[in-house]
């Protein structure tokens, strides 16, 4: 047991160097559980978490309560501590928040698994995934208390879509960024208004701002993906 320790927290510089370049990230964990059996069970389940884009890596592993030697070496490394059947005392708790190391402790290996995959997940590289919706020409501007703003104009082309994200362009460059939280048309609440109807609106700038009469909106919706854990 003890030298399969020693290979997971030094495997061979060869396998190292193709190992840190294959990867956009890379997530550190150290494993701390209850008997040797299940460290072996844990590895062997996590070496099944495959992702191109990032790595993992086991800088830690062995059995015991976790310590504040744990959490000084996790933040050493910049490591997550995952645990199984074991405890962290209020004392290495309130070492880990001083130094910013996450620690979460857990009763079925399935769920130790789940959490490592949601913590590899999070450091998963975002594509996002622009879609142009339609363009309004700026025909009022009314009550403005940032972030917030009233806005009314008529749509040029394609649709304008309530929660749907725009961008005010002025003098051919982006000015604003914001978000449509309210949609109008005759006064009336809806969901969508379609190309050569007037529209007022309620949007909420992400940054920059505030819009003028005569500047032009692009609206689009982003979807973001990820690559999946397996």
Known sequence: ??????????????????????FRSSLAVILKVDVGGSLGAIVDELK????????????????GDISENDIKQAAATDARI???????GNATLNVSER??????????????????????????????????IGTLELL???????????????????????????????????????????LQRDKMPVDEVEAG???????RYEKGGPAEVGDRANFFTETVETPTII
Do not use: Q, W
Not at 197 to 203: D, Q, V
């Open 197 to 203: 109807r007037e529209c007022g609106m309620l949007i």
């Open 140 to 182: 009022g501007a009314f009550k403005y208390k940032h972030p917030n703003h009233v806005i009314g104009g008529r749509v040029e082309s394609g649709v304008v879509r309530k929660g749907a994200l725009l961008e005010i362009i002025r003098e051919g460059e982006v000015y604003a960024r914001a978000k449509v939280v309210e």
């Open 48 to 63: 099944k978490v495959a992702n191109e884009h990032v790595a993992l890596s086991i800088v830690g592993a062995s059995t």
């Open 1 to 22: 047991f003890f030298f399969f320790f020693l290979m997971i927290r030094r495997p061979p510089r060869s396998t190292l160097f193709p190992y840190t370049t294959l």
């Open 99 to 132: 130094h910013g190391v996450t620690v979460t402790t857990h009763k079925v290996i399935y769920e130790l698994i789940d959490a490592v995959k949601e913590a590899l997940r999070e450091r998963l590289p975002k594509n996002i995934i622009r879609e142009d």
């Open 82 to 88: 995952f645990g199984f059947r074991v405890k962290a």
